[in-house]
C-alpha cells in the first residue's frame, strides 16, 4: 500500500469525493432552477414548441413531395431522409446549443455572475442543461412517440450506429458550446447587439450544418465543402451516424478535431475580453 | 393652438412617416458600425430563410407543382410580407405584447394622437429596416419576368391588394396574441415574439402536401399559409381563381376579430394601468 494504511486513504480520497459531489449537486440545483424558470413563468413557451411539431410536419411532407419522383437521391433513401429530419428536430436544441450567453450579456446580469461561486462556463452549461430536459419532457419525447403517426422510424441505421450517435452527441454539443462562447467573446470584443451576431450566425447556421436540409442533398456540390465546417461537424456528423450514412470514424475524428480544436480558442477569446465586459441594465 | 386647424390625418401621417424615417436615418449615420452589421445581419438572414426551400427546388428541379422559379416567387413574396413589417412596424410595434407588458403603451397613450395612428407610423425605419424588403421585391420582379406572367394593371393591383392584405394577416395575428399582455402584463410579454416566430419560421414551405386537418390548422389558428403560399398560388394562376380572394377575405376576419381583442384588452388596461413600474421608475 505504500506506505497508507485504509484509514489515511479514506481521509485523502473523502474530501475529493465530497467536492465531487457538491459540485455535481451544485450543477443539479442550477440546472433544476433554469428548468423551473422556463415552466414556471409563462405557458406562452410552448409555442415555440407548438412550432417545432408544426416545422417537423412541414418538412416531412415537402420531402415526400420531393422524393416521389425521386426514391433514392445523394445516396439516401426518402426513409432515411425522414429518419433525419425527425431526428434533427427531436435534438434541435442540443444542435442549435444556445447557452443564454448574449442576453446575459445584454441584460447586464453576467456582472453578477462573476460573484457566483460557480464558473461561468459551468453556470451556462448546467443551465442549458436545466433548459433541455424541459425541451424533452414538452417536445422531443412527444415527437418521438409521435413518430409512427408521422410515418416516420425513429430508431438509429443499427445498435452500434445509436451507440456512436451517442458519442457524437457529446461531441456535438462540445462543439456547439465552444462556438457560443467563441460568438459571445465577438459580441463583447466588437460592442454589437446580440441580435445582430445571434440572426447572422442562425443563418449561417441554418445553411451550413445540414440541420434542415442533409448536405449530402445540397446541390452544386455545396454539401462536400460545408461538411468540413464545425458547423456541420456539429449538426450533420451525428445525424449522418444515426441514420448509417457515412463512415462514422472518420466522423467522429473530424468532430474530435472540432472539438480539441475550438476550446482553446473559445478560453483564450474569453481571458482575452474580460476586461471590456461592460454591464448595463439589471 | 386657436385659429389653426388641425391638418388633414394623411397630411399627418406623411409628416409622422417623415420624422420617423429622419430619425432612423440619424441613427443609421451615427453608428455606421451597428448599421452595417444590422441591416447585413436582416439581409443575410432573409436570405438564409428562403434558401432552404430554394435549394431543395433547385437540387430536385421544383417542389411538386411548383417549378423552381414559382419557388422562387412565393419566397419573395414572403420575404417581402415580412419585410414590409420589418419596415412599418419595427421598434416593437409589431411586438406589442412587449410594449404592453413592460408599460410602455403609456408612452403612446400621453401623445396627442390616435393610436392607431401611432400604430401604423411609429415603427416605420425605411433605411435600417429595409434589407429585406429590397431583397423581396427584387427577387419578386426578377422570378415574376423568369416565369413570363403577362404583368397587367389588373394583375399588379392584385400583387399590392395581395402584399396589404398578407401584411394586414400578420399584424393582425400579432396583435391578437399580443392582446394577452393586457391581462397577463409579464407572462405574455414575449409571446408576439413567438408567434412571429411561428409565421416567419414556416412561411418558406409550400403547404401542398399537408393534410385537411394540418393545411386547415396552417390557414386559420396559425395563418402561415396567408404569408406567401396561398397568395402566391393565387398571382400564379395555380388552382381555382377564388384562391385570389382569400388572402384579403382573411385579412378583414383576422383585423376585425384582432380589433375586438385589441380593444377589450385596452379596457381592461383604462382599468387596472401598468403594474410593472415601480414608484422609482424600475421595471418588476
Redesign the interface.
Known sequence: MNGLDEPHLVNLVNPVKNAVSARLRGYGKTAAMAATSVAGESPIFLLDYAVRFLRVALLLSVWRIVMARHPVAGGMSLGEVLTYTLVAELFAEQFACRIGLEDSLWDGNVATRFARPMSLVEQFTSETVGKWAVGWVLCSIPLLLAAPLLGVDPWPASVAAGLLFAVSMVLSVSIGLALEFIMGALLVWFQLSPWSINRTRDAIAALVSGRVIPLALLPWGLGRAFEWLPFAAAVSAPLRIFIGAGDPLCLLAVQAAWAIGLWPVALWMWRANRQRLAGYGG | MEGKSEPNIVVRMMRLWGIAAWMDLLWVTKDL??FV??F???A??S???M???L??A???NG??AWSTDQVVFMLAYSTAVMGAMETFFNFNVLEISRRIGRGQLDHVLVQPRPLWVAILTEGFCPFSGSGSLLIGLGLLAWSTSRIGIAVTTGWIALLLVSLAASCAVVLAFSYLWGS?AFW?P???E??CS??N??LS??RP??????GPV?LGG?LTF?P?GFVGWLPARGLLGMGPSWQSAATPLAALLFGIVASFIFRKGLREYGRTGSQRYLSHGHRR
Do not use: C, H, N, W
Open positions: 458600425k451597428q452589421f444590422y447585413g445581419a436582416e443575410l438572414l436570405v438564409a430563410a434558401s432552404t426551400t435549394l431543395l433547385a437540387r430536385f417542389i411538386g394577452l397577463s409579464r407572462g405574455a414575449e409571446v413567438s408567434s416566430v411561428m419560421a414556416l414551405f409550400p403547404l401542398d402536401g399537408l394540418l396552417m396559425a402561415i
